[in-house]
């Protein structure tokens, strides 16, 4: 099983709709970090979070530390928001674990 | 511009050439490390570093060698590349080891024939 799962895999949404992406974890962690990966590789850093709620812009995300669970969501979606988005903990050595990624495209 | 560089962004080499990715960031962090990303796998941590002179194994260290001489380098070493090492690379970096935002570096499209 792995240490880190990402739910879905692929989503595909209408432009304008609300978007959700789950993160779950088994291992204990320090932080979570969610990324974003562009279709032609440069990975960016969206969030890091070690509790509650962040904001940016139309993103959102979420952790639950007693439910080993983080969710990312997108408000208002757009098509420049099609990417490969990513779950990243830290373990309790300074190592990274990452889920598989959620490909996600949203049409127009 | 604060920013993580890696070079080359591609190479193309042969088996057992000895190869060095190169990972330089000027933010005076402390932690580096570098991943390989392959279809259906996702990301792996190969090598990290929490300090100077500090390195340690992430998930998929074997055939890889790193060194941190000095804060802002942290190469990557293919003494002997195999194929199962064609991959896509990224070195990123953050100020501290933890509870700090990651810092990637553009990638390095690596094929090993």
């Known amino acids: 099983k792995n240490e880190v799962e990402q739910s879905p895999q692929n989503l595909t949404a209408q432009e304008g709709e609300f978007i959700t992406i789950n993160c779950s974890y088994s291992?204990?962690?320090?932080?979570l970090h969610w990324l974003q990966q562009h279709p032609g590789g440069g990975i960016v850093s969206l969030f890091m979070?070690?509790?509650g709620k962040k904001k940016h812009g139309r993103l959102i995300a979420t952790i639950n530390i007693q439910e080993k669970h983080s969710s990312l969501h997108i408000t208002a979606s757009h098509p420049r928001d099609s990417a490969v988005y990513i779950c990243?903990?830290?373990?309790?050595?300074?190592?990274?674990?990452f889920g598989k990624g959620t490909k996600l495209s949203v049409k127009p | 511009e604060a920013q993580v560089t890696q070079n080359p962004r591609y190479l193309i080499t042969v088996t057992g050439k000895k190869l060095t990715v190169t990972c330089s960031q000027n933010?005076?962090?402390?932690?580096m490390s570098w991943y390989r990303q392959d279809p259906g796998l996702g990301l792996r941590q190969i090598y990290y570093?929490?300090?100077?002179?500090?390195?340690d194994k992430g998930d998929v260290p074997e055939g890889y060698k790193v060194s941190r001489k000095e804060k802002r380098n942290f190469p990557l070493i293919l003494e002997s590349p195999s194929p199962n090492q064609t991959s896509l690379y990224f070195c990123?970096?953050?100020?501290?080891?933890?509870?700090?935002?990651?810092?990637f570096g553009n990638g390095t499209r690596l094929t090993v024939t």
């Open positions: 990123a970096s953050s100020l501290r080891p933890y509870n700090s935002p990651l810092h």
């Open positions: 291992v204990g962690i320090s932080a």
């Open positions: 979070l070690s509790s």
């Open positions: 990243a903990v830290e373990g309790s050595q300074g190592n990274l674990i």
């Open positions: 933010m005076n962090h402390e932690y």
């Open positions: 570093s929490m300090n100077v002179e500090v390195t």
